[in-house]
């Protein structure tokens, strides 16, 4: 795959907001989208690691704004918005790269107080904030929202037993990777306007996925080939599909 991702030009008023963006995955989508010329929001719950990140992109030449966004809160994406109201008025596209693991509470011990803590982040976050950018994505020629999914949401991957997710029974984390895709598709279908597709950072077939903190780094995958499907529906052109699962070899089994 390459940096300019699929029928997209490189331009200097492409724009993007990531959340989670000062580590991991989302550190380094930043990072790619920032080589290719755009403005990237770049969303952090903490404001010092934020501003590490940011004058980390910063030095290597990306522009790039810190946003303070913690996606469970209203009025945090609320301020989120108003922030990046003043820098632009239309968005290009919006990553909801953010999400938690849980305790990996299994489901005879899971409460709901354990999958709601998760579905807040990893459900409920998407949700409050694309509904809060949609004005700015609408606003754009060509607005693509990437949901950044797993492995742990496909009903496929985690029924094969040959797929490490069918013997990793955390209830919160597989079930709210399964509602955001679908979450997704809903969108993808109520709003044909804007491309909404979902990125797993993996190889599902080859049963692998990228090293990140919430693997605590045991991924086979560097985290620049974790971001590939990430960049890549990033990038879409204007005839690029929407409602999709995509890791960095192609389509996901549902």
Known sequence: MTEKGEGMKTSEQSSAVITGGNKGLGFETARRLGQLGWKVFLGSRDQARGQTAADKLIDGGAKVVLVLLDVTSDESVTEALRLVREHTPRLDVLINNAGVPGEGIGPADATVEDVRSVYDTNVYGPIRVTHAFLP??????????????SAGGSFTAVTDPEQPFSRIHALAYSSSKAALNMVTLRYAQALPHIKFNIATPGEVRNRKFAATDMNHHTGELTVTEGTDSIVRLATIGADGPTGTFMDRLGPVAW
């Not at 700015?136 to 999914?149: C, E, F, G, T, Y």
């Open 136 to 149: 700015l994505l609408k606003a754009a020629d060509h607005p693509r929202v990437v949901m950044v999914s």
